[in-house]
């Protein structure tokens, strides 16, 4: 066997018995995914947020109250693509959360394109668009 013909199996184990294929027909590891992190906090309460992932730090944020910071990118091919954020609201509270990582009820929740993370008085809430809900994730923690 050439190597061709080795290299091209060993890409089929990798990625074949788990690829998942979009209704337009691409795997998922070649869609552009978008996160959307929003400010809901009342009050005209700003939110302090900063992203990242291992390769990308995404800066730090001050959302006025309703705006939406976003960004958007393709998963990697080992399906290990992770963000994560810190956030803080004014009265001395903080949470720090993942974003986007590998699972697929995450990918249902977002349609298989758009995480939408919503920061309210409560916590932090992310949109479930096959339900059409904000599902609560977590809690605000005190401190900064």
Known sequence: ???????????FLVLGPNQHVEAEGFPSEFKTWHVYVVNEL?????????????????????LSP??????????????????????????????????????????????WKSCIWSAKDDGIYLKDFVKNYDEFRLQWEPGL
């Open 1 to 11: 066997m050439n190597s061709s013909y080795v290299n091209l199996l060993i890409l």
């Open 42 to 62: 009342s009050n005209n309460k700003s939110l302090f947020l900063h992203c990242k992932s291992k390769d990308d730090d995404l800066g730090i944020q001050n």
């Open 66 to 111: 309703g705006a939406n910071f976003t960004w958007s990118f393709q998963r990697n091919m080992l399906r290990t693509t992770l963000f994560w954020c810190y956030m803080s609201k004014e009265g001395n509270a903080h949470a720090a959360l993942k974003v986007f990582w590998q699972d697929v009820l995450l990918f249902h929740k977002c349609l």
